[in-house]
Each structure stands twice: as structure tokens, then as C-alpha cells.
């Protein structure tokens, strides 16, 4: 089994026709247990951070990682797994809500692109302007809401956001910023089963929300949404991954994987040391060696 073919399965990078329905929700490539998954995603870590490690005194690149879910889906566990053996330093998570009366006075992209990664680091958003193709799409409610002047808002309104999108992330992308787009796809049922669980431990009640069985009654439309939003935003220099999320321990190797594949693409190395620099170590040596207590 070669390790770059897993993530490989589910990067879509340009397929103008892609169908969810062809990404089982419950497939797991294949790895057979949740013991020979735990170990891959050990070995992945541990890549990670050697790799994080070098991008951060490189101090060049910057990484974006997106994720986008509905509900219960797993983006907070796989974040808080994948990334448990990178450098707190060099991390960033932002998660994005309803946005305030403030950023709704703001074009739709204000208020991520003032959290982007600065190089050297990874940034995280857990959601992301990508909501404004889909819980947006999915209530135009809250499209009204956004003030936009009415003239521009027409039935292209989504292309239009497709098309601004790409060439924001094309510009990014130019300047070094590496994007990965995750899209953690459960099924309807195996959510129902999460949201049940969430209602009956304690440790997971306040993650229950009503809000989430509401927009479960909607799942369609998401789902086409989602569909629509990965057809025209999955390009070369931003996939996105379709991830099967029925099984937790799945997810989080396939996300490892490909974050690992995305950083060994770039020409990560430490800062070579010039001979100024050479000269200033030996005489710390030496200092140090002098005064020995
Ligand atoms: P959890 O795993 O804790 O449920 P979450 O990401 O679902 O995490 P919530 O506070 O439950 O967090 O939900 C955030 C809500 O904010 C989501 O329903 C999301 O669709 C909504 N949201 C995010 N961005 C926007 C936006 N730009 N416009 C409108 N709603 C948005
Ligand atoms: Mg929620």
C-alpha cells in the first residue's frame, strides 16, 4: 500500500462533472482496522512536525487549511488529532460563526482574510468563507442580510463567488500561500447517530444544538450545495478533499496524509548558516567553555 495513493483517492482538482455520491461516506480505502489506521497517522504526525519544524525557521511558505462539514461531522477531533504533535507556535486555528454586525458591514471575504497564516505557519479555519456558498446558498435569508446592494445580487451571484474565490486563492497561492480545502463527508445516518450520542453523554451534551437537527432537515440542499461548491472551486493550486467521515479514525490518516504530501511538495530546509553566523556560534562556544558554572 503506498501511503500517497491514500489522500490521492479523494483530492479533486479540477473535475468540472465530480458527483459526491461517487465518495462513500463509509469507505475506508484499505485499511482494515482502527489499529493499523492509528498507526499510519502516527507515522504522519510525526512527519508533520518534522516538517512543520523546518517551515517555520524557513519562515517562506505559508500553509491554509480549510475544512468544511456539516454538523457533527468530526473537523474538531481531526483537527485537534492531526495536528497534536505540531508546535503550538507555529499553528493557527480560527473558527467562524454567524458572523457579528461588523463583518456583515464588510465584503464577504473581510473578515478570513484578516486571519490568513503569516509565513511559516499553518493556518486553520475551521469553516470559512466557503459558508457563503453554502449555508448562505442554502438560506437566502441570510444573503439578505448582507446588505449587498440589490442591483448586484442576480441569479450569477454564486458563480460570481466561485469565480472570486478562485481567483483569491489563485493570488494566495502566488504569494505562497499553500491552500488544502477538506470537505468531511458523513452520511445522513451516521450524523443521526452522532447527534443522538451528543444527547446522551455528558461530556458531549453542550455540543448539542437544535440548530443542528434544523439543518439536517436540509441535508439536500446542502449536499448539492457542497456538490456545486467543490465542481467550481477545486483547482489545481486549491483541491479540494473529499473525505469519507464515517469513521473517525479514517479521516484523520487520509487529512494527515495529505498535509504531509503538501508540505513534502514544497523545498522545505532549515536556513543555511553563513560565515558570519559560523563565526558568532564559535564564539559562544568559546564563551560558554570559559565561564563553565
Ligand atoms: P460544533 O462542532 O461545535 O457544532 P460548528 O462549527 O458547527 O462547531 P456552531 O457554533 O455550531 O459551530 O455553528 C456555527 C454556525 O455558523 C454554522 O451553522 C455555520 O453555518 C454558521 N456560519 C458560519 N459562517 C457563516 C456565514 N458566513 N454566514 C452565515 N452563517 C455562517
Ligand atoms: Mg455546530
Known amino acids: ?100 454586525a461588523e463583518e456583515l458591514d464588510h465584503d464577504f471575504l473581510w473578515r478570513t482574510t484578516r486571519q490568513l497564516p503569516e509565513r511559516g505557519r499553518i493556518g486553520i479555519f475551521n469553516r470559512s468563507y466557503y459558508e457563503e456558498v453554502l449555508v448562505v446558498r442554502v438560506h437566502p435569508e441570510l444573503l439578505a442580510r448582507q446588505k449587498v446592494p440589490p442591483a448586484l445580487v442576480t441569479g450569477d451571484i454564486w458563480r460570481e463567488r466561485f469565480e472570486d474565490i478562485n481567483a483569491f486563492e489563485r493570488y494566495l497561492t502566488r504569494n505562497g500561500v499553500i491552500i488544502r480545502k477538506f470537505f468531511l463527508h458523513v452520511s445522513k445516518r451516521e450524523q443521526r447517530q452522532r447527534l443522538l450520542r451528543r444527547l446522551e453523554q455528558p461530556a458531549k451534551q453542550w455540543k448539542f444544538s437544535l440548530d443542528d437537527v434544523h439543518e439536517r432537515q436540509k441535508w439536500g440542499q446542502y449536499m448539492r450545495a457542497y456538490e456545486d461548491m467543490i465542481r467550481h472551486t477545486a483547482t489545481d493550486c486549491a483541491p479540494w478533499y473529499v473525505v469519507p467521515a464515517d469513521h473517525k479514525w479514517f479521516t484523520r490518516v487520509v487529512v494527515a496524509e495529505a498535509i504531509v504530501e503538501a508540505l513534502e511538495s514544497l523545498d522545505l530546509a532549515y536556513p543555511k548558516v553563513g560565515s558570519a553566523k559560523r563565526k558568532e556560534l564559535a564564539a559562544v562556544r568559546t564563551a560558554l567553555s570559559v565561564t563553565k558554572a
Not at 500517497?4 to 483517492?9: G, I, N
Not at 458527483?19 to 507515522?43: C, F, G
Not at 462539514?69 to 483537527?79: H, L, S
Open 1 to 100: 500500500m503506498k501511503r500517497t495513493e491514500l489522500a490521492r483517492r479523494y483530492c479533486i482538482d479540477g473535475d468540472t462533472r465530480f458527483r459526491l455520491a461517487s465518495i462513500n461516506p463509509d469507505d475506508t480505502w484499505k485499511l482494515k482496522s482502527k489499529d493499523q489506521a492509528q498507526e499510519w497517522l502516527q507515522k504522519g504526525i510525526a512527519r508533520l512536525s518534522e516538517l512543520q519544524d523546518k517551515l517555520y525557521a524557513q519562515d517562506q511558505w505559508a500553509i491554509l487549511l480549510i475544512f468544511q462539514a456539516m454538523d457533527a461531522a468530526g473537523k474538531d477531533g481531526t483537527i485537534k488529532h492531526v495536528m497534536s504533535g505540531v508546535n503550538p507556535q507555529g499553528c493557527q486555528v480560527f473558527s467562524f460563526k454567524t458572523p457579528s
